[in-house]
């Protein structure tokens, strides 16, 4: 079955980084780009940055920028977003998405993982 | 950033209507854009890519338009199951955006 798995859910405190993983099955992972996405609850879908399929270049928006990092593990077909230095207003569901490249779209998505930060 | 703002906000409409939906753009972007559907609690579900390619299975009472900065959604023969929130989404230039959504109710 062609799907996105993410990791569970987090709690951490301000300051604190998070980790959260996406796996790929089903399709050949190095063949997509893969985005990441996060949405603030009652709040539109927030694009954060990417991998790029081949040699895996990435991008980041620049409201993170210096807080994000995106790696992955092409033998294990998984991707990682590494969210530092965490604020109360990050607490969101953080989304994977794959990009379609012919397409431009994000064709398949994780189910998401809650990242709640409190105190 | 490129702005994208839809309307209405959201409506209620009943089963077997015509809705459409508007995503307007701070700035020309071709055709790049892209709208989702997403229900509670679940990721969005791509619809239509490149403003009027409907996606590998979606119903074809969906479909798209537009060019420019003015972009719609239609969906002709509203569904009990078309219910849930549709963003549209440009792709023109990074970062991505969304628009602020439009809730759809089923009356």
């Known amino acids: 079955q062609v799907q996105l798995v993410q990791s569970g859910a987090e709690v951490k405190k301000p300051g604190a980084s998070v980790k959260v993983s996406c796996k790929a099955s089903?399709?050949?992972?190095?063949?997509?780009?893969i985005h990441w996405l996060r949405q603030a609850p009652g709040q539109r879908l927030e694009w954060m940055g990417s991998?790029?399929?081949?040699?895996?270049?990435?991008k980041y928006s620049q409201k993170f920028q210096g807080r994000v990092t995106i790696t992955r593990d092409t033998s294990a077909n998984i991707a990682y977003l590494e969210l530092t230095n965490l604020m109360s207003e990050d607490t969101a569901v953080y989304y994977c998405?794959?990009?379609?490249?012919?397409?431009?779209?994000?064709?398949?998505w994780g189910p998401g993982t809650m990242v709640t930060v409190s105190s | 950033d490129i702005e994208m703002t839809q309307s209405p906000s959201s409506l209620s409409a009943s089963v077997g209507d015509r809705v459409t939906i508007t995503c307007r753009a701070s700035?020309?972007?071709?055709?790049?854009v892209n709208w989702y559907q997403q229900r509670r609690g679940q990721p969005p579900n791509l619809l239509i890519y490149?403003?009027?390619s409907l996606q590998i299975g979606v119903p074809s009472r969906f479909s798209g338009g537009g060019s420019g900065t003015e972009f719609t959604l239609t969906i002709s023969g509203l569904q009990p199951e078309d219910f849930g929130t549709y963003y549209c989404?440009?792709?023109?230039?990074?970062?991505?955006?969304f628009g602020q959504g439009t809730k759809v109710d089923i009356k």
């Open positions: 998405a794959r990009l379609a490249d012919y397409q431009s779209a994000f064709d398949l």
């Open positions: 089903g399709h050949t992972f190095n063949n997509y780009g």
């Open positions: 991998i790029n399929r081949g040699i895996g270049n990435t």
């Open positions: 700035q020309a972007i071709s055709t790049y």
């Open positions: 490149v403003a009027s």
């Open positions: 989404q440009q792709n023109f230039r990074s970062p991505w955006t």
